[in-house]
């Protein structure tokens, strides 16, 4: 979520410990209460999150089924990431996953700020709409997904396809979920109904920190709708919509629930993300994905995760790069 | 608070369009139009929201053959309660209830214990060790945990947290581990704002470095606490693949959402069981939302604007 938050914003140490009586002492005398105080995190950061980070791109270099003790692994070097490199399905999924973020961000957001805007501009109920709007985003996207299996089914009174016959867009029923050409645009729709309240709640949120006299003084001078919005609303929702855009990516680009559910990646690997990708090549959760393996491959399923988490970082620091340049370009 | 505010603007608008010119009243017109598009706009909008879990609780109470005669109709004329009956008993709701909870209840005392004393220690002291404690905070930020999925599997399996109940303890541990940076931070932010003078004047009082923390300064930060409470009772209650990853072969510990799942693989042509099952997962979380949804959608914006 924060991964928004600049790297120069580690806080200054401006703490001085001038409490009477402590100087001269050792520093675990001075400060022993506060290292225990640390200690849980500092524990769940090495064994959760440094150690498994240096675990992972040491599994990255062995051909590894999981199954086996890692010490009787094969040591192969970089192959599994020339694999990677040459894997036509792994940029399937990488292709796949961008086009989902990237859709996510074009489609999901205008329709968020436009509900937001208009939410904001004296409408009565807003509380209420809000909380409607916001239902689908607290609920969750395994268990709705599952009920939207039948809800796009071809099956006889199956909602979706039923309302396309009776409004006379398509004459038979379509398997949404099931068809190439449909199944990854079906997924990635089901995912827009799920998330956009938030992004309005984001939005409406800062539309709501514009200054009241700011709207009182463009009424004066006759400023249209548009005018407001370009030069008032605009400015004020910019720096918010650059967090908001940071965390639609960062989620979007680590998608698996509505993908695992819906179609398991499938048919062929036409909805597979990248995390999917990766769990293909492990034992977890007792298959059910496109194409998962019988025997699993870890040490491959290893170079896919650091594969996935690059990808994922480079995209966000070149977002933040972009931001940046903007911010300088506002001045 | 929002409304009110809303609706005097509203008066206020009203108020100037009372003297009648005839430009005016064609604006007014066109004003009027405009504000009924808004309203079908949002009335639309929020039809789409809820529509499909209407359709979901309609559904989980036909039996088998309506199911496939209801063509999107929200009307039930003979509701078949059996279905709840049906999934609580074959997909071991029950269990998968207390499961749930007994996840979601420790992630949530476990992750505000352990980042509210890391945030006071980091706030109030400087200790060698500090900057690189916040710095290594800063860089997991950047760590997608999709990527940690496969090493720390194997890290809990050499602590043996796999393949028996002892995996409930590893789905936490995970969960907790991941909800670390993010919120020691937003505890950060909160702790500044405590004037230091008062942790210095307790301590003069007598009042341990600990008291401190567990009488005085807890207690102020509040407002973070309710943030993080909820948002992990969200993420926990709902999530999917960590407890996928350590649930899913173990009937007997499964949460809500694997078992459900789970369920759906078995059983594929049981809508009506499976949307009752829905139902049942949805329920808890729909509620609790609609009783603090201030506190949500304030620790939501909250998480994203200053996190």
């Known amino acids: 979520m924060a991964s928004s938050t600049p790297i120069t914003t580690v806080p200054r140490s401006n703490v001085p410990d001038t409490v009477a009586g402590r100087r001269g002492k050792s520093i675990w005398q001075r400060h022993g209460m506060a290292y225990l105080m640390c200690m849980p995190t500092v524990i769940l950061f090495l064994v959760f999150m440094a150690f498994p980070v240096g675990y992972v791109l040491y599994t990255s270099l062995l051909k590894w089924n999981g199954i086996q003790s890692v010490l009787d692994a094969q040591f192969i070097g970089l192959d599994n990431y020339a694999r990677l490199v040459q894997d036509s399905l ?44 916001f239902i689908p985003v607290i609920t969750s996207i395994a268990v709705v997904s599952l009920a939207f299996t039948f809800f796009f089914s071809p099956l006889p009174g199956a909602p979706f396809n039923t309302f396309l016959i009776e409004l006379g867009i398509i004459d038979r029923p379509i398997a949404f979920l099931g068809e190439r050409a449909t199944a990854f645009w079906t997924v990635t729709g089901i995912a827009i109904w799920h998330d956009l309240g938030i992004n309005m709640v984001f939005f409406l949120a800062a539309l709501q920190t514009v200054p009241r006299d700011l709207y009182d003084a463009a009424q004066v001078d006759g400023a249209s709708v548009r005018q407001r919005f370009l030069h008032i609303e605009v400015p004020v929702i910019r720096p918010l919509t650059a967090v908001i855009v940071t965390l639609s990516l960062a989620g979007s680009l680590k998608v698996f629930d509505y993908f695992a559910v819906l179609t398991g990646g499938g048919p062929g690997f036409s909805t597979t993300t990248m995390v999917l990708y990766m769990f293909r090549y492990t034992s977890f959760g007792g298959g059910g994905l496109a194409g998962a393996t019988s025997q699993p491959e870890v040490g491959y399923g290893s170079a896919v995760a650091i594969g996935l988490g690059l990808i994922i970082l480079a995209v966000v620091l070149f977002q933040q790069w972009i931001n940046s340049l903007q911010d300088k370009r506002a001045g | 608070m929002m409304s009110t505010e809303t609706s005097q603007l509203n008066l206020r608008d009203l108020e100037l369009e009372v003297a009648v010119d005839p430009h005016k009243t064609r604006k007014q017109l066109g004003r009027t139009f405009g504000t009924f598009l808004k309203y079908l ?10 529509y499909p879990f209407l359709w979901m609780i309609s559904t989980s109470l036909r039996d088998q053959r309506s199911v496939f005669t209801a063509g999107g109709s929200l009307w039930v004329s003979d509701p078949n309660w059996q279905n709840y009956v049906d999934i609580w008993e074959s997909a071991n709701i029950p269990r998968a209830f207390a499961n749930t909870i007994f996840i979601t209840a420790a992630c949530m005392v476990l992750t505000i214990l352990t980042t509210s004393m890391t945030s006071y220690a980091l706030s109030r002291s400087n200790f060698p060790g500090r900057q690189l404690i916040l710095f290594s905070l800063l860089v997991t930020l950047l760590v997608p945990g999709e990527m940690l999925i496969i090493p720390t599997f194997y890290v809990n399996r050499a602590f043996g947290f796999v393949g028996d109940g002892k995996a409930l303890i590893a789905v936490i541990l995970v969960t907790v581990a991941g909800a670390q940076a993010f919120n020691v931070y937003l505890m950060l932010g909160h702790f500044r704002t ?60 499964q949460t809500l959402t694997i078992a459900l799942v789970q369920y759906s693989k ?24 609609i009783f603090l949804q201030r506190f949500f959608i304030r620790g939501l914006t909250e998480g994203a604007t200053k996190g």
């Open chain 1, 90 to 133: 792994w940029w399937q999924a990488v292709r796949n996953t961008l086009l989902y973020a990237i859709i996510k961000i074009v489609v999901e957001l205008p329709l968020a700020l436009m509900l937001a805007v208009v939410l904001n501009s004296g409408i009565r109920g807003v509380v209420g709409f809000r909380t409607i709007g």
């Open chain 2, 41 to 50: 706009l949002l009335l639309v909008y929020m039809a789409i929201c809820v």
């Open chain 2, 194 to 253: 405590i004037p230091r003078d008062l942790f210095d004047s307790a301590e003069l009082d007598g009042e341990t470095y600990f008291g401190t923390y567990w009488r005085i300064a807890f207690p102020l930060i509040r407002p973070a606490v309710a943030t993080i409470t909820l948002l992990t009772f969200m993420g926990v209650w709902n999530a999917y693949l960590i407890p996928l990853v350590y649930l899913a072969p173990l009937p007997e510990f």
């Open chain 2, 266 to 289: 078995q059983f594929q042509t049981l809508y009506h069981i499976m949307a009752a099952g829905a139902v049942i997962g949805l329920v808890p979380v729909i509620l609790v939302f």
